[in-house]
């Protein structure tokens, strides 16, 4: 509880002779460590990320804290732990904003303290305010660290939920970065709008990133990045974002492989989640939902497998009640049974149950609240767009956007083996597209062929369809 409420600046580093480090400045330009909790630990176990202030960036690792007592130690004045810094095993580019010398500094320190190491911290009864750690290196020296205390607006904290970070080499000059080569990277955060909502906050380029761990950057290549931000509790204009990588997108340039770039049925992850792209996802799912006429057949393809495309690789969403991770597909999944069944209890119940309301208009509402947020669920699309079960007539709207969207399925193949198989990115569309064939099917019948297809059909009218959540 103590070490992230300080800023801990280094006041000495003697080797195990007593001899001083010589590659260790002090005064202002001395190393400064800060802490940052990242779960909630019991008190005799903590797990904390480290933030170095010589480079600006969150060092690539977590300490481990384990409670012991020392023998001898006097347990009002003596707190002891053991100390674990345990890294990533990928090499390390410098922290962005980092001159080579700072950024030599820092490595030495980190490595000093990687491994297993004894802790003390002593609160000495006349400075209160100024708590030492003395912490013992890996080759037998010891490192004291003085800390002044941080306001709550100055502590570090996650900043944001996970979002999507863009980044890429130019050969021009930057005002604060640093990598060989006089190479600059600039960067802009992507966060794509929820279920339902309309388009998507994309932040302008900029150089002036404080550093992004767990990320190495290959020359010459261009890269998305799922990440999560830290930085103060109340940054202010000249407290520059620092970013931690939770996963690898997509990367293109020149010199890469097409292995490199994630894709399904034609449609490439970059094509749906680089703002600058004609196909951005978000944008297309803005006009999907003004049923834009001007919507091409590549367009629907782009909405159709690029949703499954960005659920698949974009930020977790956590449920906003609970705080928990929520998987969108299942409750697309539960809420389209709910509403089936309510629509049932609707048509079994007697005509004045309904009221003064029209029992058609309630239909027709129930699925438009539901694509309101789930906009290419394609059986809901197919009810309201054909008029059956939902409506009387059809919604020639409706009708436009589902159309389009069972064609860019029916253009993927022809259905007559798995290597010809339908995409469909749900096994719950197989039925659709089943019945726009007029083929009758018996679910129960549908055979798993492996690697996610499935045949699906009665007696010789089958067809082969891959589907996306059975691989």
Not at 4 to 11: D, I, N
């Amino acid at each position: 509880m103590l070490l992230p409420g300080y800023r801990w600046q280094l006041s000495s580093a003697l080797d195990r002779d007593g001899k001083p480090y010589s590659w260790f400045s002090f005064g202002k330009h001395a190393p400064v460590l800060e802490f940052m909790r990242e779960d909630a630990a019991s008190s005799s176990t903590a797990s904390l990320l480290v933030y170095s202030q010589l480079c600006q960036r969150q060092v690539d690792g977590r300490l481990t804290l384990r409670r012991f007592q020392m023998q001898g130690a006097d347990p009002q004045r003596d707190v002891a732990w053991e100390l674990t810094l345990r890294r990533a095993a990928h090499e390390r580019v410098p922290a962005l904003t980092c001159q080579q010398a700072a950024y030599r500094t820092e490595q030495r320190l980190v490595q000093m303290l990687s491994g297993g190491h004894a802790l003390r911290m002593r609160v000495d009864q006349t400075k209160n305010d100024r708590p030492q750690l003395e912490v013992q290196d890996g080759f037998g020296g010891v490192l004291r660290f003085e800390g002044r205390a941080l306001g709550e607006a100055d502590r570090l904290q996650l900043q944001a939920p996970e979002l999507l970070l863009q980044v890429k080499e130019t050969p021009a000059p930057c005002r604060v970065t640093w990598l060989p080569g006089e190479r600059c990277l600039r960067f802009r955060e992507v966060l794509l709008g929820t279920a339902g909502a309309d388009g998507a906050h994309v932040s302008d380029w900029t150089d002036t990133v404080l550093g992004v761990d767990r990320y190495s950057h290959v020359a010459g290549s261009e890269v998305m990045l799922r990440v999560k931000r830290y930085g103060k509790a109340t940054a202010g204009a000249d407290d520059h974002p620092a970013y931690r990588a939770e996963r690898l997108l997509w990367t293109r340039g020149a010199d890469l492989g097409p292995d490199t770039m994630p894709a399904v049925a034609g449609v490439t992850a970059a094509s749906v989640l680089d703002p600058d792209a004609a196909m951005f996802f978000p944008a297309l799912q803005v006009r999907f939902a003004s049923r834009d006429r001007s919507l091409t057949a590549a367009a629907f393809a782009h909405l159709y497998y690029g949703n499954w495309l960005q659920r698949e690789l974009g930020p977790t969403r956590l449920d906003a009640e609970s705080g928990f991770p929520s998987t969108e597909a299942m409750m697309e999944v539960a809420e389209y049974l709910a509403l089936r069944r309510q629509l049932h209890a609707l048509a079994q119940a007697d005509a004045s149950a309904a009221g003064a309301l029209n029992p058609v208009d309630v239909r027709k509402q129930g699925y438009r609240d539901f694509l309101g947020r789930y906009p290419l669920h394609l059986n809901a699309l197919e009810d309201l767009a054909t008029g059956e079960g939902a409506a009387a007539a059809e919604d020639p709207d409706v009708r436009f956007v589902f159309d389009g969207l069972l064609d860019a399925i029916l253009a993927t193949g022809d259905g007559a083996t798995c290597d010809s198989a339908y995409v469909v990115t749900t096994s719950a569309d197989i039925g659709v597209v089943l019945r726009r064939l007029s083929l009758p099917r018996r679910p129960d019948e549908d055979l798993r062929q492996g690697a996610g297809c499935v045949r699906a059909g009665v007696g010789q009218a089958v067809k082969y369809f891959l589907a996306l959540d059975l691989q």
